[in-house]
């Protein structure tokens, strides 16, 4: 049984001072309607709370523009392009991570891509598969179209370049080294809590939306009932969860 002291020790002290909290919620590698994006989606209104779901442009299909276009809870992000790694052997997997001579125009035909299928109803928000992206490659990308850049750990700095703001996700409950399923809870939580502990402190951003990251497709009902719980402590403590494209002139 997971063990919340913590966490809500740290909570208190939080709701105490009157911390502010902004939360949002990204779910990675949405390409249609699934059983699993349907569930996803009962969760996110039982909790009353926007899904920022990373589509994968090049194999995102009508079925999931319906479901986004039907559901106020769904607001779509840009994943790469199609989500291949290019990265060299030995290196860890990325798409967008190490220079390529095709990588500019994928990033132009991912947002025309999502464009035609969404119009305006998505994100101008790219998000490189795996987390990981060419340092040479993030200047361009507002000339491209692209409002915001999302990756995971805490951000150094609210603008990743001019014009382009940086929201990070700091919450990933898979354990991906381990195969998958839920990573032990007493980690997840001593990492989340440090992570609070370092903002108050004034040693990471406050103002960055604290980032839960999922991927529908491969969660597990363990996964799933350790982070709807976790952000629903989360929000009764004081959390305020944020929609970022109805934000995108103001994003935090």
């Not at 002290?13 to 009962?42: C, F």
């Not at 060419?134 to 001019?162: M, N």
Request: net charge negative.
């Amino acid at each position: 049984m997971t063990d919340w002291t913590g966490l809500q020790t740290e909570l208190r002290i939080w709701y105490d001072e009157g911390l502010a909290m902004p939360l949002w919620w990204r779910d990675d590698d949405a390409v249609a309607q699934t059983t699993a994006l349907d569930q996803m989606v009962a969760r996110a209104r039982d909790l009353n709370m926007p899904v920022h779901i990373a589509v994968i442009p090049k194999h995102a299909d009508q079925s999931l523009v319906d479901v986004v276009l039907a559901e106020p809870k769904l607001v779509p992000l840009v994943h790469g392009w199609a989500h291949e790694n290019h990265a060299t052997p030995g290196q860890k997997k990325s798409e967008f991570a190490e220079p390529r001579a095709a990588q500019l125009a994928e990033a132009s035909a991912a947002i025309a891509r999502m464009k035609s299928l969404f119009g305006t109803s998505f994100a101008e928000i790219f998000v490189p598969p795996w987390n990981r992206i060419d340092p040479a490659l993030i200047p361009q990308l507002p000339a491209l179209g692209y409002a915001g850049l999302s990756t995971f750990t805490p951000r150094l700095s609210r603008l990743a370049t001019g014009g382009l703001v940086q929201i990070n996700t700091h919450i990933d409950p898979i354990d991906w080294r381990g195969g998958g399923g839920l990573r032990a809870p007493a980690e997840l939580l001593n990492i989340l809590i440090r992570h609070l502990q370092d903002r108050r402190a004034g040693q990471a951003d406050t103002a960055e939306p604290l980032g839960m990251l999922t991927h529908h497709l491969v969660q597990d009902e363990e996964t799933w009932r350790f982070t709807l719980e976790c952000l629903s402590r989360l929000m009764d403590a004081g959390a305020v969860p944020i929609d970022l494209q109805a934000r995108l002139n103001s994003l935090p």
